[in-house]
Nanobody
Framework: QVQLVESGGGLVQTGDSLRLSCAAS????????MGWFRQAPGKEREFVAT????????RYAESMKGRFSISRDNAKNTVYLQMNSLKPEDTAVYYC??????????????????WGQGTQVTVSS
């Protein structure tokens, strides 16, 4: 079992930055990749970024490359999502997720078997 708790969301203006955190507990944290996804109102949940168990490999959705950065601190059992140059279209609920049955980074939603409750990010224009 893995429990995930996101934090760091909020209301910001266009161009601002936010850093989301996801604290994990339960199963050994440094054994599996982690990911961030988001879901805007009326839309499907979409991939944002993923990071390998060691932190040495990352992948991003095309629209987030250069603006978002995923990282993890295995000593603190925490994964982060640094979001810069935020746009109104980044408004969504952001979820962190754990893929405990895979050994590689994956953008596939169905590869993730544990999810946090989500944190709201709202970017005003």
């Amino acid at each position: 079992q893995v429990q995930l708790v996101e934090s760091g969301g909020g209301l910001v203006q266009t161009g601002d930055s936010l850093r989301l955190s996801c604290a994990a507990s339960g199963r050994t944290f440094n054994n599996y990749p982690m990911g961030w996804f988001r879901q805007a109102p009326g839309k499907e949940r979409e991939f944002v970024a993923t990071i390998s168990w060691s932190g040495g490999s990352t992948r991003y959705a095309e629209s987030m490359k250069g603006r978002f950065s995923i990282s993890r601190d295995n000593a603190k059992n925490t994964v982060y999502l640094q979001m810069n140059s935020l746009k109104p279209e980044d408004t969504a609920v952001y979820y962190c997720a754990a893929a405990t049955y895979t050994s590689w980074t994956t953008p596939r939603l169905n590869d993730y078997n544990y999810w946090g409750q989500g944190t709201q990010v709202t970017v005003s224009s």
